[in-house]
């Protein structure tokens, strides 16, 4: 069965700090990846989405970036972290042919990385 | 654009009774239709999905059928339990799978009382 990770749980982080945040995905081979924001009161916003190593595409400017260095493995990154980088930051993975992003197919999330920056 | 539009929240029901959770979306084509459950302090799961028009999702005792017409995607449950309280997410994904995301509406936490 596939599982998804994300580490870590929680994160508390003063501005202007550095952030990577990880996720990894078992038991399927290459997966579609993507990294999701949740602030308070303003539901999901797509950050990035992946549909292989090293193929990043970013849905919204901002002080993050992505990157995938291996096939289950996604990471979200910051030079410096802002106030307004708080929020819960979930990854989620689909079932992909390489190269190919499918609309349709279910996309399952990880359990999250709650981050504070004060 | 595409869009997904959801009822404010929050909802507080009482155990056993009916919800509705009102859910419209916009986008050109014939979008897939989800719903997403999230409970406290976790990740999204999914509820619920139709792929086409007047499909009928349906899981744990909920239903939402795919209105073309109305552009609509309604949650409803007959009878809620104390378990369904969570946050849900009504989405879409724009046909052909270009974009290949997943385009969320904010949510709408349920609160359901004994």
């Known amino acids: 069965s596939q599982t998804i990770h994300q580490w870590p749980a929680t994160l508390v982080q003063p501005v202007g700090s550095p952030l990577s945040l990880e996720c990894t995905v078992e038991?399927?081979?290459?997966?579609?990846l993507y990294w999701y924001r949740q602030a308070a009161g303003r539901g999901l916003q797509l950050l990035f989405y992946?549909?292989?190593?090293?193929?990043i595409s970013s849905e919204v400017p901002q002080n993050l970036s992505a990157s995938r260095p291996q096939d289950r493995q996604f990471i979200l990154s910051s030079k410096k972290l802002l106030l307004s980088d708080s929020g819960f930051y979930l990854c989620?993975?689909?079932?992909?042919?390489?190269?190919?992003?499918?609309?349709?197919?279910?996309?399952?999330f990880g359990p999250g990385t709650r981050l504070t920056v004060l | 654009g595409n869009s997904v539009t959801q009822m404010e929240g929050p909802v507080t029901l009482s155990e056993e009774a009916f919800l509705t959770i009102n859910c419209t979306y916009t986008?050109?084509?014939?979008?897939?239709l989800f719903w997403y459950v999230q409970y406290p302090g976790e990740g999204l799961q999914l509820l619920l999905k139709?792929?086409?028009?007047?499909d009928k999702g349906s899981n744990k005792g909920f239903e939402a059928t795919y209105r073309k017409e109305t552009t609509s995607f309604h949650l409803e449950k007959g009878s809620v339990q104390v378990s369904d309280s969570a946050v849900y997410f009504c989405?879409?994904?724009?046909?052909?799978?270009?974009?290949?995301?997943?385009?969320f509406g904010k949510g709408t936490k349920l609160s359901v009382k004994p």
């Open positions: 989620a993975w689909t079932r992909g042919v390489a190269g190919v992003l499918r609309s349709y197919n279910e996309q399952f």
């Open positions: 038991g399927t081979s290459n997966p579609n």
């Open positions: 992946s549909v292989g190593i090293g193929q």
């Open positions: 986008a050109t084509g014939y979008p897939s």
């Open positions: 139709a792929t086409k028009a007047d």
């Open positions: 989405a879409l994904t724009p046909y052909g799978g270009s974009q290949g995301n997943l385009i």
